[in-house]
């Protein structure tokens, strides 16, 4: 256990639903990134906060994906009208500013879009 | 083209003997590099963390290498157990910017 919590651990939506995925990260981290990965595939950036302040978002953050962190703490991810592509896990981490290289990763959550 | 190709994509071995992956990047400069394991269904761990300026790291079984002049590195699993079953990912941290760029992974799997 890296001290990286997410919640929840599976969901299974049909397509065109909504869904939502917390991130809590290690208590003292400003840092907080979430990445997608596909079967097979090793994890792809998405964005990332520092505090409240989402810094950098990928190109593969459509307009269907949206991320806060509005009190700098836990963080989550909302995919809107869910396609069959979306089907992945979603992991998060969490670092320090002075570590950064250093992020620990939570035990993601596993999205099947049906 | 990734930054950070991984070989054998896959591999099985039986319980008991040793292994090596390998990892190739492109990325320059890098801050450091990472080995992770990542158990199905699970986030990745750490296990081994190398700056430019190291050339081998070991953590109980698992050794890793870097050659940072070739841009190559490996990790050594000795007298692998079923438990090493996993995948394993090779991160090349940039510099400046500490983005992670990872591989796409080894799927290991050690049969009794």
């Known amino acids: 256990d890296t001290g990286v919590s997410q919640d929840p651990r599976h969901k299974i939506t049909k397509r065109g639903q909504n869904v939502t995925f917390r991130c809590d990260p290690i208590?003292?981290?400003?840092?907080l990134y979430w990445y997608r990965q596909t079967l097979g595939q090793g994890p792809e950036f998405l964005t990332y906060?520092?505090?409240?302040?989402?810094?950098?978002k990928s190109r593969l953050l459509s307009d269907r994906f949206s991320a806060e962190r509005p009190k700098g703490s836990f963080s989550t991810l909302e995919i809107q009208r869910t396609e069959q592509g979306d089907s992945a896990m979603y992991l998060c981490?969490?670092?320090?500013?002075?570590?950064?290289?250093?992020?620990?990763f939570g035990p993601g959550t596993r999205l099947t879009v049906l | 083209k990734n930054q950070v190709e991984q070989s054998p994509q896959s591999l099985i071995i039986l319980e008991g003997k040793n292994c090596t992956l390998q990892c190739n990047y492109t990325v320059s400069p890098f801050s450091n590099l990472r080995w992770y394991k990542q158990d199905t269904g699970r986030g990745p761990v750490s296990l081994t963390i190398?700056?430019?300026?190291?050339n081998t790291k070991s953590n109980g079984r698992y050794t890793a290498t870097l050659d940072a002049d070739t841009k190559q590195s490996s990790l050594h699993i000795t007298a692998s157990q079923l438990s090493d079953s996993a995948s394993y990912i090779c991160v090349v941290i940039s510099s400046g910017t500490y983005k992670y760029i990872f591989g796409t992974g080894t799927r290991l799997k050690v049969l009794a």
């Open positions: 906060f520092q505090n409240e302040a989402q810094l950098e």
């Open positions: 981490a969490s670092s320090l500013v002075a570590t950064a290289d250093e992020q620990f």
């Open positions: 190398m700056t430019f300026s190291e």
């Open positions: 208590s003292e981290h400003n840092r």
